[in-house]
Structures are given as structure tokens and as C-alpha cells.
């Protein structure tokens, strides 16, 4: 299992969109589990959206009510990443963003991914 690569972070002014990828290895017989997780400073991390993929095909998607209808998890088959596009950015999403894979469909909660990228940092000014 090599570590998911995260890609694509940086900083954008509130109601701007950025897209994050994240590169990943987990895929068991076509099969994966991936999330994206986030942490301001002085706060713990919490799951932002998460999509488990059979193949080609995207199985379910999972977001947090903090980002349902501005961020949007899919998978890139020309890129073969996982993608998190996230629109209308807010101060509030500041933070470095990591992509986790782990076991369990569909879960925002940290303790069920085993292998985390190093991160990428978002800044959203006002």
C-alpha cells in the first residue's frame, strides 16, 4: 500500500471554487474507499466527503452537512484520481485537506481509513 498524493490546494477568496486530487493505489479488485478529511488550526479533523468506486462506477458518496451542496466527491477515469471540487468556498473551509483510503464505504470517520496523504492546504480569505 503506497500513500494517497494529494494535489490541487492553495488559496482562493470567499465564493471562489478550487479542485483537490488525490492519487491513490488502494484499488482492490477495482474496489475503493476514499475520503477527504480536514483540519483547521487548533481543531480536529473532521470527514468532508467520502465515495466508494467499483471499477469505472461510483458506488455512494458521503458528504459532511458543512459542505452538502458546495463540495462534490467523483472519481476521474481520465486522471484516475478521486476529485473533490469544492464551490462557493467560505472563510470557515481553511484548512489542510487530506485524502485517506480506507475500508468502509461511504464513512466520514477518520478511524476507519488506514493509509492518509500529507496533506494540502486551502486558505480562504474574505
Known amino acids: 500500500q503506497v500513500q494517497p498524493v494529494e494535489s490541487g490546494g492553495g488559496s482562493v477568496q470567499a465564493g471562489g471554487s478550487l479542485r483537490l486530487s488525490c492519487t491513490d493505489s488502494?484499488?482492490?479488485?477495482?474496489?475503493?474507499?476514499i475520503g477527504w478529511f480536514r483540519q483547521a488550526s487548533g481543531k480536529e479533523r473532521e470527514g468532508v466527503a467520502a465515495i466508494c468506486t467499483s471499477g469505472s462506477n461510483t458506488r455512494y458518496t458521503n458528504y459532511a452537512d458543512s459542505v452538502q451542496g458546495r463540495f462534490t466527491i467523483s472519481q476521474s477515469l481520465t486522471k484516475n484520481t478521486l476529485d473533490l471540487q469544492m464551490n462557493n468556498l467560505k472563510p470557515e473551509d481553511t484548512a489542510m485537506y487530506y485524502c485517506?483510503?480506507?475500508?468502509?464505504?461511504?464513512?466520514?470517520?477518520?478511524?476507519?481509513?488506514?493509509?492518509w496523504g500529507q496533506g494540502t492546504q486551502v486558505t480562504v480569505s474574505s
Open positions: 485517506a483510503a480506507g475500508n468502509v464505504c461511504g464513512s466520514l470517520r477518520q478511524h476507519e481509513y488506514n493509509y
Open positions: 488502494s484499488n482492490r479488485y477495482g474496489i475503493r474507499f
